[in-house]
């Protein structure tokens, strides 16, 4: 099984709402991700978590805020976001950093 | 100079054609490559990893040239179902994957 669950499918908030993205995986992976997509390009990272601990944070503005509560759970909160962060926000895992990477369904956001 | 490049396309072509397309890499030290498909308004699915001596999985081949740094994957006996967008992947280091923009792949009855 090769399943990255996220939730909710769509969103759409207003720029002074807070609202929270989450992803769930089930199968022992202890690297989690979080990656933006604009319509027509490639996914751009954003976090990388590795056993629990941010490991890696691609210069994305505090507007976004991950939180990995424990192994199986990643969550990102969103908070005074702009009409440009509008995207499909891709969680992702692997077994570890270096391993093959497996993507959630996606949470299309539309900020108003 | 972007780290990976494709060709995007689209490739458009009949049923039971076969297409093929490349991708070119710039990091000479990266380690994995992979061809992801991704449909309108999905998420990007693993369709294969790409090993040096090049490997099948049913209808798609893909090869690995390190010495040019391309990557190639190869679809015969085309489905409409495989239209969709083929996503070049590279695994620069140990957390980092570099994606190609895409090449569309269009295939009509």
């Known amino acids: 099984d090769t399943e990255v669950t996220q939730t909710p499918k769509h969103l759409v908030m207003g720029m002074t709402n807070k609202k929270s993205l989450k992803c769930e995986q089930h199968?022992?992976?202890?690297?989690m991700y979080w990656y933006k997509q604009k319509a027509k390009k490639p996914p751009e990272l954003m976090f990388v978590y590795s056993y629990e601990k941010l490991s890696i944070n691609e210069s994305v503005p505090s507007r976004f805020s991950p939180e990995c509560p424990n192994s199986s759970l990643l969550n990102l909160h969103l908070h005074a976001l702009q009409p440009e962060d509008s995207a499909l926000y891709l969680c992702?895992?692997?077994?570890?950093?270096?391993?093959?990477?497996?993507f959630g369904p996606g949470t299309r956001l539309t900020v108003l | 100079r972007k780290e990976v490049e494709q060709d995007p396309g689209p490739f458009n072509v009949p049923e039971g054609a076969t297409v093929a397309f490349n991708c070119t890499y710039s990091n000479s030290a990266s380690q994995s490559f992979f061809w992801y498909r991704q449909d309108c308004r999905k998420e990007p699915k693993l369709l294969m990893s790409?090993?040096?001596s090049g490997n099948e999985d049913g209808r798609f081949t893909a090869q690995l040239n390190r010495a040019s740094q391309y990557i190639s994957l190869l679809i015969r006996d085309s489905k409409l179902s495989d239209s969709a967008t083929y996503l070049c992947?590279?695994?620069?280091?140990?957390?980092?994957?570099?994606f190609g923009a895409g090449t569309t792949v269009t295939v009509r009855a």
């Open positions: 992702a895992s692997s077994l570890q950093q270096q391993d093959t990477q497996y």
């Open positions: 199968m022992g992976h202890r690297a």
């Open positions: 790409v090993y040096s």
């Open positions: 992947v590279v695994h620069d280091n140990d957390y980092k994957l570099s």
